[in-house]
């Protein structure tokens, strides 16, 4: 069956950087996009970008240009989000999310890594 | 971006009876909308995809219908397992956005 295992809660001071992973299972890695979305504290789902497992190709969402890097390692079937300059408006649970190629829709999600940053 | 409004924020329903969840996006998404289930503490779930496509193994007391910008997620007998939120999305356009959530609640 399809996975998707997130790594741990992170607490982190603001100015640094948070990198999660996301390790899939069940499925040829390769054949999906990683999208990662995330969702503050009783707010809705914010898009941050995606990433094409195959070719690694990347977009993001504008608002984190500059701030957003997504990769992965395919010998390990695993997507990496890493998100830099933290400030506390950016505590959340962060999710990947798997999306078809065709269409685009999400049909697996990760469980969530709550990201903390307080000083 | 498109903006995607949900109405109404909370609504709570008996058991066995129906309950329609809207979806109202700022412009034409096509039928590239999808609707997901997120309980406490959970990941959210895929519903239904292609706005009226029903996910693999999702009971068919849910239906969604729509097209354009106007979307409905319809529960026709709603058990109690139902309780959570409920979001829509549209992949239509970049960046992809959701609505701000439709709760749920079990009279």
């Known amino acids: ?46 898009w941050m970008g995606r990433i094409n497992l195959n070719s690694g190709d990347t977009n993001r969402a504008q ?22 300059g933290l400030e506390s408006d950016d505590s959340a649970v962060y999710f990947c999310v798997r999306a078809v190629l065709i269409g685009n829709w999400y049909d697996y999600w990760g469980q969530g890594t709550l990201v903390t940053v307080s000083s | 971006e498109i903006v995607m409004t949900q109405s109404p924020a909370t609504l709570s329903v008996s058991p066995g009876e129906r309950a329609t969840l809207s979806c109202r996006a700022s412009q034409s998404v096509r039928t590239n909308l999808a609707w997901y289930q997120q309980k406490p503490g959970q990941a959210p779930r895929l ?61």
């Open chain 1, 1 to 46: 069956q399809v996975q998707l295992v997130q790594s741990g809660a992170e607490v982190k001071k603001p100015g640094a950087s948070v990198k999660v992973s996301c390790k899939a299972s069940g499925y040829t890695f390769t054949d999906y996009y990683m999208h990662w979305v995330r969702q503050a504290p009783g707010q809705g789902f914010e």
């Open chain 1, 63 to 84: 608002k984190f240009q500059g701030r957003i890097s997504m990769t992965r390692d395919t010998s390990i079937s695993t997507a990496y989000m890493e998100l830099s």
């Open chain 2, 47 to 107: 519903l239904i995809y292609g706005a009226s496509t029903r996910a693999t193994g999702l009971p068919v007391r849910f239906s969604g219908s729509g097209s354009g910008t106007e979307f409905t997620l319809t529960i026709s007998s709603l058990q109690s397992e139902d309780l959570a939120t409920y979001y829509c999305q549209q992949y239509n356009a970049w960046p992809r956005t959701f609505g701000q959530g439709t709760k749920v609640e079990i009279k």
